[in-house]
């Protein structure tokens, strides 16, 4: 059984920094490419960044040069240093694999910068 289970999220001020962290389990890690989604109720969940088994990373272009992606294939963990947070960056954020079962989601953790 696959489980991912996300943390880190919080209630910060604008400008600051969170780093999410998502744990993995029942999965060969290094071996998957790892996104981290956001969603907003009412809205669509959104692709905000993408970490791949090899090769470069990916980011939305509302995070580009704010959020980065990490991982750590020892510890099956992947990273979000989220810095100069916006308001607007206010959601659940999610973990996602996607494995031959099928996609693979965490719980979310909420992240709330107020305006």
């Known amino acids: 059984q696959v489980y991912l289970v996300e943390s880190g999220g919080g209630l910060v001020q604008p400008g600051s920094s969170l780093r999410l962290s998502c744990k993995a389990s029942g999965i060969n890690f290094k071996l998957f490419t790892v996104d981290w989604y956001r969603q907003v109720p009412g809205k669509e969940r959104e692709l905000v960044a993408t970490?791949?088994?090899?090769?470069?990373?990916t980011y939305a272009d509302s995070v580009k040069g704010r959020f980065a992606i990490t991982r750590d294939n020892v510890r099956r963990t992947a990273f979000l240093q989220m810095d100069a947070l916006k308001p607007e960056d206010t959601a659940v954020y999610y973990c996602?694999?996607?494995?031959?079962?099928?996609?693979?989601w965490g719980q979310g953790t909420q992240v709330t910068v107020p305006s």
């Open positions: 996602h694999v996607n494995t031959k079962g099928g996609d693979r």
């Open positions: 970490i791949p088994a090899s090769g470069s990373s």
